[in-house]
């Protein structure tokens, strides 16, 4: 299994970005995928989900309205569209297997989200 995770930057608060995260080596078409995010320092945290046909989409209640979780079947890639970022969105995104819970132990390098005030 290999996911590997781009789309890093540095924006100012209210500025947007688009995070991809392409995986190989799983049944991807099938499994729902979630993306995460660490900030320095403490644990990962859990930030949205979706199930492998995009039936059903779920997110954090901190970023409901401002992120956009999508997948591509073909390409074998997740996607995260994050609008109005805050300097609280600031963190490595790694993106997973999984619906909420990781499926995989191991995970990708992550991508640095910095949002300046």
């Known amino acids: 299994v290999q996911l590997v995770e781009s789309g890093r930057g540095l924006v100012q608060s209210g500025g947007s970005l688009s995070l991809s995260c392409e995986a190989s080596g799983i049944a991807f078409s099938t499994s729902a995928k979630s993306w995460y995010r660490q900030y320095p320092g403490k644990g990962r945290e859990w930030v949205a989900s979706?199930?492998?046909?995009?039936?059903?989409?779920y997110y954090r209640d901190s970023v409901k309205g401002s992120f956009t979780i999508s997948r591509d079947n073909v390409k074998n890639t997740l996607y995260l569209q994050m609008r109005r970022l805050k300097p609280d969105d600031t963190g490595v995104y790694y993106c997973?297997?999984?619906?909420?819970?990781?499926?995989?132990?191991?995970w990708g390098q992550g991508t640095q989200v910095t949002v300046s005030s």
């Open positions: 997973n297997a999984g619906y909420v819970s990781p499926e995989f132990d191991s």
């Open positions: 979706i199930t492998g046909s995009s039936s059903s989409i």
